[in-house]
């Protein structure tokens, strides 16, 4: 496997496989290197001659067990049950949701960074349109707009399923 194939994997693992690491994790710098990590031992893996058949379900159960690795380590037993997250191998339907997660969240990305901000705090932080205009010295009608624009580009974008996710 040579390094675009390596590099085409990350691309399109790597944010769903931080969500997914996410939920057992609150720790951004912890999630992002077991993932990176997860990378390594495949791309060494490959080059030792012995390339995993598919690598998707091969990513998530590395990314699984150090998970599990980690919340041990951190002594957050006492929190979580283990034995429970042992048995909680990720199905493809918790793969499935870690990627449309991700694709949710490069959209919001790449939304333009004012627009972008107005849509967080409307929707993730659950602000009104009053109290996110004082924040940015706008007025309520630049916030309606904006926010109006945002969720259009994100459900020209997506499918039901995806954009109803970000009704939550």
Known sequence: MGKQEIDNLFRMYYRP???????YLHDADAVEDIVQGAFVTYWEKTESGKQ????KPYLYRIVHNRCIDALRKGGQEATIDLEHLKEDVPDEETVDRSFVWARLWTAIDSLPEKRRQILLMSKRDGLSHAEIAQKMG???????????????????????IFFKLFLW
């Open 17 to 23: 496989l931080c969500l997914y690491a996410a939920r």
């Open 52 to 55: 995993p058949e598919l690598p």
């Open 138 to 160: 706008i007025s309520e009608n630049t916030v309606h707009n904006q926010l109006t624009k945002a969720m259009q580009t994100l459900r020209d974008g997506a499918d039901q």
